[in-house]
């Protein structure tokens, strides 16, 4: 099974979000969000979001929101 998780990560490393979903149309959805908020000056910062996939809900950030 793939879940895909979504990050916010600020520049120290942090995630301040967190979304993981197990649909794939969902989690592009949610990472093309995540891109669109940060603002220019935390993309020149450092921000990040990353989407990544799993294989399984305990490498899943324990401070996801976890949508099925």
Do not use: T, Y
């Not at 967190?18 to 794939?24: G, K, N, P, Q, R």
């Not at 995540?34 to 989407?51: C, H, M």
């Amino acid at each position: 099974m793939n879940i895909w998780v979504n990050e916010q990560i600020d520049p120290s490393g942090i995630i301040h979000a967190c979304i993981a979903s197990c649909d794939e149309e969902q989690a592009n959805s949610c990472h093309e969000s995540f891109e669109n908020n940060l603002s220019q000056q935390q993309k020149l910062d450092g921000w990040i979001a990353r989407l990544r996939i799993v294989k399984s809900w305990d490498e899943v950030p324990v401070n996801a929101l976890k949508l099925n």
